[in-house]
């Protein structure tokens, strides 16, 4: 697919709470749209719904799950149920699997009591190889791996006008982590917990300030905290007011169009909300 002179990249926030239920938003669920291709990174329970509220969820070209924990992709049982349900459907959509994801997708069939292949009448369910990059349309997705209770993928997306969005995905703080997304013209990062102390012994998320920590050395031009509950909104708000570089909480329903950093020079910002 080839886009028009003049296209952006445009993150809608589907959904940025914390596993446990809230009114406000759904769990992990970001939208990324370049002229014709919509992709949708991360797939966690009450997305779909806030999808359809923006785009009919059959036109996306794929979907990218970075680790398989239920709040990451357990929505995918309802994006199923708007496929036909006997015949294959005339043009599955695409869903790439972090490695050993199609076992836990056979297996989630099962726990809802469907028949055996329920989801490949709808899908095609691809592993992906963390090393290798996968091309979605005009988007290029590179993996990076996180810090994690499970093996746990983020991402790069980079656009045909350079741009780059990073997404850590669930992760503990990793200097790794921040030396692959440097430099990114928006960075999506993690910001789960109220205090390390609360966490395992073995990292596997963030504070908000180790969050904006992250941020910063990695570099990236401006930077979304997400995975956050949004009982905590105000006291992120306060430290995104003090941070050293431009970095706000997410908010359902936010859209945010993103430049590359050759353009910026008249610009405030790298990323500007357009809704």
């Known amino acids: 697919m080839t886009s028009a002179t003049g296209d952006r990249l445009r993150l809608t926030v589907l959904g940025h709470s914390t596993a446990a239920p809230?009114?406000?938003?759904?769990?992990?669920?970001?939208?990324?749209?370049?002229?014709?291709t919509a992709i949708?990174?991360?797939?966690?329970?009450?997305?779909?719904?806030?999808?359809?509220?923006?785009?009919?969820?059959?036109?996306?070209?794929?979907?990218?799950?970075?680790?398989?924990?239920?709040?990451?992709?357990?929505?995918?049982?309802?994006?199923?149920?708007?496929?036909p349900w006997g015949e294959?459907?005339?043009d599955p959509l695409p869903i790439h699997l972090p490695p050993g994801g199609r076992a836990r997708l056979d297996a989630l069939a099962v726990a809802v009591s469907e028949r055996q292949g329920f989801f490949d009448a709808a899908f095609d369910a691809i592993e992906y190889d963390p090393a290798a990059t996968v091309t979605i349309g005009d988007l290029a997705v590179a993996f990076v791996r996180g810090r994690h209770y499970v093996p746990a993928w983020g991402v790069v997306v980079t656009a045909p006008d350079g741009t780059r969005l990073g997404y850590t995905g669930d992760t503990g703080p990793s200097d790794a982590v921040a030396a692959s997304m440097r430099g990114v013209d928006l960075l999506l990062v993690e910001a789960a917990?109220?205090?390390?102390?609360?966490?395992?012994?073995?990292?596997?998320?963030?504070?908000?300030?180790?969050?904006?920590?992250?941020?910063?050395?990695?570099?990236?031009?401006?930077?979304?905290l997400v995975h956050y509950g949004p009982?905590?909104?105000?006291?992120?708000?306060?430290?995104?007011?003090?941070?050293?570089?431009?970095?706000?909480?997410?908010?359902?329903?936010?859209t945010i169009t993103v430049s590359p950093a050759t353009e910026a020079s008249d610009r405030q910002a790298a990323a500007a909300p357009t809704a």
């Open 40 to 83: 949708l990174l991360d797939l966690g329970q009450g997305v779909v719904r806030n999808l359809q509220r923006v785009r009919d969820p059959h036109t996306l070209a794929g979907i990218v799950i970075g680790h398989m924990h239920a709040d990451h992709y357990l929505d995918i049982v309802g994006l199923r149920y708007l496929y």
């Open 193 to 224: 917990l109220h205090d390390a102390a609360f966490d395992d012994p073995e990292r596997g998320h963030m504070t908000p300030a180790e969050a904006v920590d992250l941020a910063v050395a990695a570099e990236a031009r401006a930077a979304l």
């Open 22 to 36: 809230h009114p406000a938003t759904p769990t992990a669920g970001y939208l990324l749209e370049w002229g014709s």
């Open 88 to 90: 294959r459907a005339p």
């Open 231 to 254: 009982a905590r909104r105000a006291d992120l708000d306060r430290l995104c007011a003090e941070a050293p570089m431009p970095v706000r909480a997410a908010v359902d329903g936010l």
